[in-house]
């Protein structure tokens, strides 16, 4: 039976990724300081082969029995949450990321680490490819998630090139599903929480801005794709199919709820990407991996993992 370890299990993603693993059969160790995780998104996950472990990741970390897997998720992924945290999300991105690559190292692990498309920053090319370099404000209020990510990728080639350490590179574009934070301040949740509760869904700008939104289990699918293949340069996971605008996706939010509620517009935030969209090429050449669940039908599962029935078939 294989083990994999999980920094950051209790969180959206985490959580996800542990509930897949054991249905491989996986023995599941679940690490989280809970700073943005939450034991609500594991209690159902309890039982022989799956073990919580509370530590922070900053702190250097030891595990008994044998690893196979480490899955590095531990991070702050939100601006509400990196904003409220930038000292804490550069720690993880850094002090983090060596502590659970050591630990790989130590058992001979293959590690996979959870990047983010913010690498890319407010990219000027589009859409964006593995091989593009990014255009990053590293000063920016957005810089310290951007920058420990990028730092975070420097450090897992670094440990590849130089100790031989068995690593993958996950580049993670916007995804969503049940489990995201209410206040976790990031457009799906707002938009989605907003429309049930009769709230006017909050556009920032003009809403011409796009992102390319990815169901959860799509995104976790090619997460354990990517950790088992032999890969190690950074894969691109997220659904080039349903780049829309935020004022698009917020409209379809709306009919998919069957909410009243009216869309208003706030000053745009700094630095803010004007466009995000994955070049997935390599994942289906690398990986066969395609996501499958369009925004539609993403969002009518979310509804109804929150007890609510959706208007939309």
């Known amino acids: 039976m294989a083990t994999s370890l999980v920094t950051g299990g209790a969180g ?128 920016g209020p957005r810089g310290v998630y951007d920058e420990s990510k990028r730092y975070a990728e420097a450090m897992a080639m670094a440990y590849h090139s130089q100790q031989g350490v068995d690593i993958g590179i996950a580049r993670i574009f916007n995804t969503y599903g049940p489990r995201m934070r209410r206040n976790d301040g990031r457009a799906s949740v707002n938009f989605l929480h907003q429309a049930l509760e009769g709230k006017p869904l909050t556009v920032y700008g003009d809403g011409s801005q796009t992102r390319s939104l990815c169901y959860v289990d799509d995104l976790v699918r090619g997460l354990i794709l990517l950790a088992e293949s032999g890969e190690h340069l950074p894969v691109n996971l997220g659904n080039p199919a349903h780049e829309v605008t935020m004022l698009e996706f917020a409209e379809t939010i709306v009919r998919v709820t069957g909410s009243s509620s009216p869309i208003v517009f706030e000053a745009l935030p700094v630095d803010d990407p004007q466009v995000r969209r994955p070049d997935i090429t390599r994942a289906r050449q690398v990986l066969g991996w395609e996501p499958e669940i369009d925004l539609v039908e993403g969002l009518r599962r979310w509804l109804v993992a929150l007890g609510r029935e959706p208007i939309v078939a």
């Not at 630990?103 to 407010?122: I, M």
């Open 12 to 139: 959206f993603l985490g959580s996800h990724l542990c509930e897949a693993l054991l249905g491989r059969e996986h023995r599941v160790i679940c690490v989280d300081n809970l700073e943005t995780g939450s034991l609500a998104n594991i209690d159902h996950l309890r039982g022989e082969r799956f073990v919580f472990l509370p530590h922070d990741m900053t702190q250097h970390i030891e595990i008994a029995e044998p690893v196979d897997f480490v899955y590095h998720l531990a991070s702050p992924a939100s601006p509400i949450d990196y904003l409220r945290l930038p000292l804490q999300t550069l720690k993880v991105g850094s002090y983090g990321t060596h502590n659970a690559l050591g630990l790989a190292k130590f058992k001979r692990a293959r590690f996979l680490l959870a990047s983010t498309s913010e690498v890319y920053g407010d990219p000027q090319v589009h859409p964006q490819p593995e091989t593009y370099w990014g255009n990053v404000n590293p000063i």
